[in-house]
Structures are given as C-alpha cells and as structure tokens.
C-alpha cells in the first residue's frame, strides 16, 4: 500500500475480532514508533506495550473514553514529558505513525485521550515524570472496514497565501 493510500483508507476501528496480530507486526509497528521524529530530537518518549487480557480490561477501565479498548488485540500507552512544550505535538505524530504502519499490514487501530491519570499511573506503574497522553489500541477489524471518512472539502479548509475572512 502505498503512503496517500495508507492515509486515505485508515479509519479509526473500535471494535476488533478475537484474531492475534502476529509478533513480528506488533516489532514493525514498535519500530514505526521508535523512527518517529521528536521535537529537538529528545526521545523523551517511552511506550508499554499491553497484551495480557486482564490489563487490557484494566486500560479501558482507566479510560474515560476508551471502554471500547478491552476489545482490541493489544494497546500501545504513549508516554511523554511534559516538561517539553511540543510533548503533545510528538504524541500525536508518533500515534499517527504507529497506525498508518499497522494500516499498512491490515492492522487496524483506535485511540483514546480520555485517560484517568491517576488510575492508568497506578495500574501501569507509570513515574511521575511521564504523562500517558495517548493510548493506541490495535487488532483485526471485526469486519470489512465499509465506512467512509466524514471530512470537511478542502475548500473549507484551505486558505491560498493569506487567511480570507
Ligand atoms: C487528538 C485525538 C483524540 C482522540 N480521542 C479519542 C478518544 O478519546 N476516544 C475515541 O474513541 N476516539 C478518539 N479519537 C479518534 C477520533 O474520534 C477519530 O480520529 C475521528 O472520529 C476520525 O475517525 P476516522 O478517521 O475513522 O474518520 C481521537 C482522535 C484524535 C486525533
């Protein structure tokens, strides 16, 4: 697949089948994150990856706006420092990129940013330094993905050389 369609086909899937994504995809997606650009370079960030069935109903339970989580194969939580100002600009490139890696081996993804702090801290062991800002959560799409994006035209969207009122 190449990367416009990669872009223009995922969408975001909440539910999933009870079929595994394999090792070497789950490393691939890991990798995708790992080769992430970061603001200055600081790769302050760090990922736990989350397969055991028991903690992924444990990530849902955390979450205010994730229920749908306990369903999916497995979950990357994002950690970053938020002591850099750009740390959510990077969580947000680093999500995106893990799922357009996983598209592009049929892997589907949903994420959540509803996170109950305190919760998913004490459940994951998370230290103080690090936020869980975003939690990405992976797996086969329960079935054939037949939804379209709902987007706005780029009419709307775009402005050419100044902003027009
Ligand atoms: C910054 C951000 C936060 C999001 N937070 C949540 C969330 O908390 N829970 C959820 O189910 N989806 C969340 N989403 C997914 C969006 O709802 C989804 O990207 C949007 O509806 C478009 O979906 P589509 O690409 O499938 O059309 C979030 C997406 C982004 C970019």
Avoid at 126 to 140: E, M, Q, R
Wanted: glycine content about 8%; aromatic content about 8%.
């Amino acid at each position: 697949m190449d990367t416009f369609e990669c872009i223009t086909t995922k969408l975001d899937v909440r539910e999933f089948s009870n079929q595994n994504v394999p090792g070497d995809i789950k490393s691939k997606i890991l990798e995708a994150a790992r080769m992430t650009g970061t603001g200055l370079n600081t790769q302050h960030w760090r990922f736990i990856i989350v397969e055991d069935r028991d903690n992924m109903k444990r990530l849902a339970q955390d979450s205010t706006s994730g229920g749908w989580a306990a369903g999916a194969n497995f979950a990357v939580i994002v950690l970053t420092s938020p002591e850099h100002k750009f740390h959510m600009i990077d969580a947000g490139r680093v999500a995106q990129d893990m799922q357009l890696a996983a598209w592009n081996f049929g892997v589907a993804s949903g994420l959540f940013t509803g996170i109950r702090e305190n919760e998913i801290r004490r459940d994951f062991n998370i230290p103080d330094s690090l936020k869980a800002t975003i939690v990405v959560c992976f797996g086969y799409p329960a079935r054939e993905l037949l939804g379209k994006k709902n987007r706005q035209p780029l009419e709307a969207l775009v402005h050419r050389e100044k902003f027009s009122r």
